[in-house]
């Protein structure tokens, strides 16, 4: 117990004494990463390896003072092989960060349509006819926009078309009881790249339940990677963005015009200002 203190002591001591510009900069730089991370597990299963690892350095501490010699060596040898154990329960999270770092303005040049202004507004307005028709017939749908993140692993998972973007052939994949209606679409700059592709659903524990697999799942992409997903929904036709963990509905036309004009002009930033003026306007179902 004393030495307990003496370490609590002696840790104050040199708070108050020893620190300089240096030290409290490396305190504000690990006070962000700590709180990035708190921000990254929430509402995830992974808060709850993380509360059960706090618990474990919290038995190990009673034990040592209580002087629970085989329990504390029993816990002190599985926290030595600490990073390991970090790595092997927190890899989504931590899978999510580096590609995250990938994505930087710095390292990414962004995915951008060769075509020209006239071929991006017959693009965008295609798929405005598509969602809108699927809308209002109550036919699912799921479309995903490849930007910065590569899709190939999601793209795998379906079957390949790289057919140009038109509302027949969008429209044509959904209809029921087609070949290729099950599943997500896959669009990469200004072609359909593959169909009836297989998307990782969410891990989030806030999802209303209202919502259907479709919508986990274009929730799930949108965690994982920075595509923008348009869902319909079969029940009701509402249709909705997915993006980074959050889904956004219901958007109406000018909505829609807006976000595509966005996703082909590869300009993330503005694309970001209108996803905060959905929020404020609309409201968010968030993950």
Known sequence: MNDVWTMVNNMIWNLTHRLGVVD???ILIMAAIIYEALILVRRTRSSALLKGLVLLLMIVAISNLLGLTSL?????????????????????????????LGRSALLSKGRRMTGGQDEQERIVSEIIQTVQDLSHRKVGALI??????????VIDTGTQLDGEISAPLLENIFEPNTPLHDGAVVIRKD????AACILPLTEASGV???LGT?????????????????????????????????????????????ILEEIFNGEPSRL????????KDRGTATA
């Open 72 to 100: 504390n060596w029993f816990l002190t040898s599985i926290l030595n092989n600490g990073a390991m154990v970090l790595l092997i329960l927190f890899q989504p999270e931590i899978r999510k960060v580096l590609e995250k």
């Open 144 to 153: 995903c926009f490849e930007r910065m993140t590569g899709l190939q692993d």
């Open 191 to 194: 072609r359909v790249q593959a």
């Open 208 to 210: 209303s339940r209202e």
């Open 272 to 279: 970001m200002g209108l996803i905060r003026s959905l929020r």
């Open 24 to 26: 409290i900069l490396d």
């Open 214 to 258: 479709r919508h986990r799942a274009g929730i799930g992409l949108s965690e994982n990677t920075d595509a923008v997903v348009l869902i319909v929904s079969e029940e009701t036709g509402t249709i909705s963005m997915a993006r980074g963990g959050q889904l956004f509905r219901p958007l109406q036309e000018e909505d829609l015009r807006m």
